[in-house]
């Protein structure tokens, strides 16, 4: 059964964007991402809750960021290989509905996440306003509060301001862009401000902050921050590069739509940004059970049943510092 308004995903015959072969190609595609999404994501909330050293304030928010992204996996993901796999949508138009505002509740969750650890980063790096350290209690405000905030602007649809549609090749569902009702078009600009724009003028203020901060104490004093803190900060500026390649299309190709009401897109095209930004859902726990010697302690353990392959890097580290210690005049 296919929602309404499907008229822009079938030809005037009523067939299909793509062959069948083409929706078992994505079908394909989106569960080479969903599946490790899932696992890595679970791996990471797993081991925060079996180790209470990981339970510090920038891991509360790399967790909240694991919860969001497993959610988009179960939704978004899951569904669209089952979709795919079937070459059409298939739960109806509560169904569609029901997935539009799930995603997009996980989705944007995860993107305030992204600034919110942008943010301590700076915070923490850059003092800009003194010896403030992040603690517990503002991990946990800034996680209520992106929660709050998406599910503040994902719930108009259902109540009459917007509405989620097809979109793509019509085996997911997503706020509706293309529907030029100057109700639903006042709903996707605000939408596209306070959940687009604003996460993203944040994150971006934040990573321009913190390389130039890193840049001037290369010029100053390579010793100037702990290496540890250099590492969060490279972790997080990876991260903030991940969420421009893997989210930026899609806003830019929403918006283009919007502005733009009688351009015709491919469906195929409109999907490919889709399922780029569905794909954050993966980068995001390598990033940090790669990057964060606190995670990757655990977590590879865990996914490898107790076997470790890699080098125990402190003891490296620990033996770098010794040698530096030795050559360095007194």
């Known amino acids: 059964m296919i929602p309404t308004n499907s008229?822009?995903?079938?030809?005037?015959?009523?067939?299909?964007?793509?062959?069948?072969?083409?929706?078992?190609?994505?079908?394909?595609?989106?569960?080479?991402?969903?599946?490790?999404?899932?696992?890595?994501?679970?791996?990471?909330?797993?081991?925060?809750?079996?180790?209470?050293k990981l339970r510090q304030p920038l891991?509360?928010?790399?967790?909240?960021?694991?919860?969001a992204d497993l959610g988009t996996a179960m939704t978004g993901g899951v569904l669209s290989v089952i979709n795919n796999a079937e070459g059409s949508f298939s739960l109806g138009?509560?169904?569609?509905?029901?997935?539009?505002?799930a995603v997009s509740l996980f989705g944007i969750t995860s993107l305030c996440t992204v600034a919110l650890i942008a943010l301590e980063r700076m915070f923490v790096v850059c003092?800009?306003?003194?010896?403030?350290?992040?603690?517990?209690?503002?991990?946990?405000g800034g996680i209520t509060l992106s929660w709050f905030w998406s599910l503040t602007w994902?719930?108009?649809?259902?109540?009459?301001?917007?509405?989620?549609?097809?979109?793509?090749?019509g085996t997911s569902c997503a706020p509706d862009w293309h529907n030029t009702d100057p109700h639903n078009v006042s709903y996707i600009l605000a939408y596209f401000a306070v959940c687009f724009a604003v996460p993203f003028a944040i994150i971006v203020a934040?990573?321009?902050?913190?390389m130039w901060t890193l840049h001037q104490q290369e010029e100053l004093c390579q010793n100037m921050f702990p290496l540890k803190e250099m590492k969060v900060a490279s972790m997080v500026v990876l991260m903030v590069l991940t969420f421009l390649i893997s989210w930026m299309p899609y806003a830019s190709l929403a918006m283009?739509?919007?502005?733009?009401?009688?351009?015709?897109?491919?469906?195929?095209v409109g999907t490919v940004p889709v399922y780029l930004a569905k794909s954050s859902t993966v980068y995001n726990p390598i990033i940090y059970i790669y990057l964060n010697k606190q995670f990757r302690k655990y977590a590879v353990p865990f996914l490898l049943c107790g076997r470790e392959p890699?080098?125990?890097?402190?003891?490296?580290?620990?033996?770098?510092?010794?040698?530096?210690?030795?050559?360095s005049p007194s």
């Open 206 to 210: 934040s990573y321009a902050k913190l």
């Open 7 to 52: 008229s822009y995903y079938y030809g005037p015959q009523g067939e299909a964007p793509l062959s069948r072969t083409g929706y078992v190609f994505l079908a394909i595609v989106m569960a080479l991402f969903t599946g490790p999404a899932i696992l890595l994501n679970s791996t990471v909330i797993i081991v925060t809750l079996m180790h209470k």
């Open 256 to 268: 283009f739509v919007v502005s733009n009401p009688d351009v015709k897109i491919n469906p195929l």
């Open 127 to 140: 003092k800009p306003l003194g010896q403030i350290s992040f603690q517990k209690k503002h991990a946990v």
């Open 310 to 327: 890699w080098v125990d890097e402190e003891e490296s580290e620990a033996v770098t510092v010794v040698e530096a210690a030795r050559v």
């Open 154 to 169: 994902n719930l108009p649809p259902l109540f009459g301001w917007g509405r989620y549609e097809l979109e793509g090749v």
């Open 59 to 67: 891991n509360y928010a790399l967790v909240n960021m694991a919860v």
């Open 93 to 101: 138009r509560t169904g569609c509905v029901m997935e539009g505002f």
